[in-house]
């Protein structure tokens, strides 16, 4: 389990029988395809303050002057201070658990990312506009942290991109896990050119300059600076674009080694991928042939190349 990810996660989204009406909200991807790789750590904030199964729904309800309540549907009964202490407490004690990244139950009055139905104070239609209590507390305390709500990793990209941010957040926990000096976080970085690139040419070079100059401010401000650059980075999507200028990068590497034809069809895969003709995976998979065949040791350590494991088929779909 120490080699897995350690994710945070809404209780019902694993099949445990936590809401309202006694039931729960499965997964199957989280709970069956992603599992073998993710240790989770289950979050369930109604639960977790003292509310019985089942329970009176809740909903959010417009107070006025940009205020949100946490009240009984039915009864009104406010909670929403006991929500809030709770949650404030639950995301210091989160710190002890080097989370990789957290998944949230949409629509969720307490864990919704975005989009929460707040309700009118009299009559009239709600407006989705809320954060769910414990969600707003948890990415107010951990801003970079990768985060995403089990609806919206139903879209291919989004899903390839948080899965893609939160490996890398695993890899970057088990390095500072071994008590790394400088040169571990240079061979990172070094590791991570393409993939931050794919993310952000102008953070990477700015992580460049900071790990040029790391040194300089001393080895604690320096990884945090790195750690800070590292989650900003990751958090800008990576798009067709980037992702085109990377490949193309990358065949740079075989201008002396391939013949017209395959330059041609490289050529043309890219483009091919650029305009949403194929997948990202097609030229993925000819690019590391090519490193396999011309033994491209640089190119062999990148983890852009092999994000992550094969087995989830994350590039099939974007």
Known sequence: MEDRIRLGISSCLLGHNVRFDGGHK????????????VEYV????????????????????DAGNDKVRLVFSKSGEDITARMQEWAQKRVRELET???DGFVFKAN???SGMERVKVYPAGKGMPRKNGVGVFAAAFMQHFPLLPVEEEGRLNDA????????????????????????????IVEFHTRHKLLLMAHSVEIYREMGRLVAQGKELGFDKFLQKYRTLLLKG???????????????HILGYFKRDLNKDEK???VELIDNYRQGLVPLIVPVTLLNHFVRKFEQEYLRQQIYL????KELKLLNHV
């Not at 289950?42 to 309800?61: D, F, S, T």
């Not at 088990?174 to 790394?180: D, F, I, Q, R, V």
């Not at 990751?234 to 193309?248: E, I, R």
């Not at 092999?306 to 494991?309: A, I, L, Q, T, Y």
Request: with cysteine; proline share 12%; glycine share 4%.
């Open 97 to 99: 658990e080097n989370l």
């Open 306 to 309: 092999k994000p992550h494991p």
């Open 26 to 37: 499965m997964n199957r991807y989280l709970h069956d395809t992603l599992s073998p790789y």
């Open 108 to 110: 969720s009055p307490s």
């Open 42 to 61: 289950p979050v369930c904030p109604e639960i977790e303050i003292g509310l019985p199964i089942p329970r009176p729904a809740l909903r959010q309800v």
């Open 157 to 184: 990209a989004l899903r390839e991109n948080f899965i893609t941010r939160i490996f890398t957040l695993q890899r970057f926990r088990h390095m500072l896990e071994n008590n790394p000096g400088y040169g571990d």
């Open 234 to 248: 990751l958090s800008l999507k990576a798009t067709p674009s980037k992702h085109t200028n990377v490949l193309h």
């Open 264 to 266: 041609q069809e490289a």
